[in-house]
């Protein structure tokens, strides 16, 4: 079976420009999570999606922005960069959020901003 | 403030010994803590997950406790090996109406030397 898949593995954008992040869950999971990941912190919760509709949000810019799409993928989109945004943006998917199981995360998308 | 704490700097250890590493919370009802694995430019996997109302939970060579009267969970690696060298992310999730957020700690890097 195929795991949480994310596209690209790697991107290098400039300031104040606009970047969109892939995410295909597991199948038959319904839940995608975005989280980014500064290096040498841990993840931040950026996002949550269930059945396309968007149930939880965490503390960042109203620039990002999120979908799911009626497959269950997902995309993060990010407008007008800023050199901070540089990180690894990981993608989670997990069965239903309102059970408590574990969350699978991709292998990532790192983001290099210049 | 909420915080969640871990070790900072990197546990060494020599193969075969027993690794044990602390997650710290603050500030936090958490209903579930997990601990995942990352190795550097990948994304966490999922290790283990122990729910408020269990002290102790064992996976292998993997044991978690969690204490929520001193907020905090330990994580064992017995019999440890070179190949367990990565970094532990503990993870508290909060319940929150309908969705699934984990917030994560900093990680700690571990180095088992054969």
């Known amino acids: 079976d195929a795991g949480v898949t994310q596209s690209p593995t790697h991107l290098i954008k400039t300031r104040g420009q606009q970047v969109t992040l892939r995410c295909s869950p597991i199948?038959?999971?319904?839940?995608v999570s975005w989280y980014q990941q500064v290096l040498g912190q841990g993840p931040q919760f950026i996002f949550q999606?269930?059945?396309?509709?968007?149930?939880g949000r965490g503390n960042f810019p109203d620039r990002f922005s999120a979908r799911q799409f009626p497959n269950y993928s997902s995309e993060l989109n990010v407008n007008a960069l800023l050199l901070g945004d540089s990180a690894l943006y990981l993608c989670?998917?997990?069965?239903?959020?309102?059970?408590?199981?574990?969350?699978?995360f991709g292998q990532g998308t790192r983001l290099t901003v210049v | 403030s909420q915080k969640i704490e871990q070790n900072s700097e990197a546990l060494n250890i020599q193969e075969g010994k027993t690794a044990t590493l602390t997650c710290n919370y603050t500030?936090?009802?958490?209903?579930?803590l997990q601990w995942y694995r990352q190795d550097p430019g990948r994304g966490p996997v999922f290790l283990l997950l122990i729910r408020e109302n269990e002290k102790e939970k064992r996976k292998e060579r993997l044991k978690v406790t969690f204490d929520t009267t001193l907020k905090q969970s330990l994580f064992h690696i017995t019999a440890s090996q070179p190949a367990d060298s990565a970094t532990y992310l503990c993870a508290l999730y909060t319940p929150n109406t309908g969705f699934q957020k984990l917030v994560f700690g900093t990680g700690t890097r571990l180095l088992v030397s054969p």
């Open positions: 999606y269930y059945e396309k509709e968007e149930r």
């Open positions: 989670a998917s997990s069965e239903d959020p309102a059970m408590n199981t574990e969350a699978f």
């Open positions: 199948s038959g999971h319904k839940s």
């Open positions: 500030n936090y009802s958490p209903a579930y």
